[in-house]
């Protein structure tokens, strides 16, 4: 179905041009992870339409290249954004060293030891992606319950996790209707970039209140 990964490639589009202007106007270090993470993820889901649309065997192995090294990039730069939001929701004595968090993108070398095993690749994809996925929701749960604001993302990531379920564990679904965990991924990507502008719209506000004069 080479039209749903336009239409990914297109709510990818959206995303990627939210996050960068969230991480150029607040200059924030945890977006910039995201916006690259997203880039990545416009680009794969591109040669997959590229390579549906035309139908030429030679453009499909490109596409698979990009698409198996695309993935491994694009989590390990999720999950480093991931580990950015965890050091600053910590108090300052309390946070850990920032080399720290480019630890995940060890996850490269990890998978270019097993490339060459189809079920090791897999198995790893599985776990990293659940992984980041769960991560992201311990995480928004606890920002939920501190502030109403986090529901969104909460619920985008929730449908994030509903379209992994389906993808990775409900065959029926992945493999002869694979339209729909399509469909929950790009709800739960719009959901989820609307839910941080709405947080960082509110975070804008709390921000200048506090420098009002009194």
Known sequence: MPWFA????????YVTLKLYGINKSRGKLKFLGLTIASSIFVIIQLSVFIAGATG??????????????G???????????????IR???????QFPMAYT??????????FLVKDTYALKDWLLSIYQGGAILVALLMYSV?????????????GVFVLLLSYIFYWHIPAISESEP????????????????????VEKATGLEVALQKEPN
């Open 6 to 13: 336009l239409l990914l490639t297109l709510a990818g589009g």
């Open 71 to 85: 993935h491994i990039a694009c989590l390990a730069f999720i999950l480093s954004s991931l580990v950015v939001f």
């Open 179 to 198: 339209w729909v965990w399509k469909l929950l991924m790009v709800i739960g990507l719009l959901t989820t970039i609307l839910g941080y502008q709405k």
């Open 143 to 155: 920002y939920t319950y501190r502030k109403n604001e986090y529901v969104m993302i909460l619920s």
């Open 102 to 111: 480019a630890l995940p993108v060890l996850i490269l070398i990890s998978y």
């Open 88 to 94: 600053e929701s910590k108090p300052v004595f309390a």
């Open 56 to 69: 030429g065997s030679a453009f499909s192995v490109v596409s698979d290249f990009i698409v198996e090294w």
